[in-house]
């Protein structure tokens, strides 16, 4: 809970950068038109900067003028490095900023490889929804059944292996801890250096191997939500909450939806047990695509079975790097606390 409080505190004082460039205006125009420092105002931690008084309460009117990605480079993410408030593009109306050059160039070749968005609801008919939620509640029973799967209040993963850096081989950890309802954390150890990365709410904070600490909002809250969501258990959980959508794609295939992520499930019919998941994620070279994760290994915790060795394809093609095997990584610890 302190760790908690320190953010919040945090978040209300920081000041991440300050876009000089009228955002209204150059949204609007195209054109790259100066603000004046009399005429601004904070937002998620930016001050902007604008050219009139008008674009300043068009701003404060609408959220279509924010830095997008809460100011993570454009290329490389919401939960990457910051971009720069003097290195920016647009794109479908929307201002990005990039860490460097070759980010901005990278993103502008193809922009809709790199966006972060929410996954759409999966088309349907009347006979695939039903035969899908019969599916769903196939793999519900192979997983352990919902008694099993509605105590779970926290669900966590640590991926244990090494990474080279020139001829010298390091020790690496990166864990992923999710409390539910809405406390979201990875910490990557790289060495000696652990990089944290903490949500809770609407609100969170990374924290550098310094100590620095440098507060986020909602857009790497929504991405961090998105990983979660994307990985088997978690999707089942919030699956089983009202809203969701299931579409039967026949021999075994689910799509599964729920509140803006999606996931495909291959199931071995009749027992229902899972053979791959398949998301929009980020591939081997940061741009997003089809991900899907073949399980070659359950493990049982607390009744629940969870998947802990997979191998990786992106677009169709093997993705080795993503794959636990051939990454020479280990899941250690699959918990899920108080089950």
Known sequence: MLTVILATTLIQEAQLGTM????????????????????????????????DETNKQ???????????????????????????????????GRVYLFASDGCRSSFMANPDARIERD????????REETNGRRLFNQVVNWMGGRQAL????????????????????????????????????????YDKDLISTVAKGKTGYFEMPSGRKEPFFGAQVREMER?????????????????AVFADRGDGV???????????LWTSQPTGEVKAIESRS??????????????TKFRAVKGVKVPVSWEASFNGEPAPSLSTEDLGVSIEHVGIPRG
């Open 254 to 264: 689910l799509d599964v939806f729920q509140g803006g992520t999606g996931v495909r």
């Open 282 to 295: 980020r591939g081997p070279r940061g741009d997003y695509g089809a991900l899907k994760l073949s399980f």
């Open 227 to 243: 990983i979660r969501d994307h990985k088997l258990v978690p999707a089942m959980l919030k699956a089983m909450g009202k809203g």
């Open 150 to 189: 509605v105590k779970i209040y926290e669900y966590q993963e640590v991926l244990v292996g090494t990474y080279k850096e020139g001829d010298k081989t390091f020790p690496m950890e990166l864990r992923k801890v999710y409390t539910y309802p809405d406390r979201l954390a990875h910490y990557d150890k």
């Open 119 to 126: 996954d759409p609801i999966p088309s349907r008919s009347r």
């Open 58 to 92: 068009k701003f404060k009117a609408s959220r279509r003028y924010d830095i997008q990605l809460g100011g993570g480079c454009g290329k490389m993410g919401s939960l990457s490095g910051k971009g720069s408030t003097d290195r920016f593009g647009t794109y479908n």
């Open 20 to 51: 000089k460039i009228d955002v209204v205006t150059i949204i609007e125009t195209g054109q790259p038109v100066h603000g004046f420092e009399a005429i601004s105002t904070v937002r998620d931690g930016y001050r902007y900067l604008f050219s």
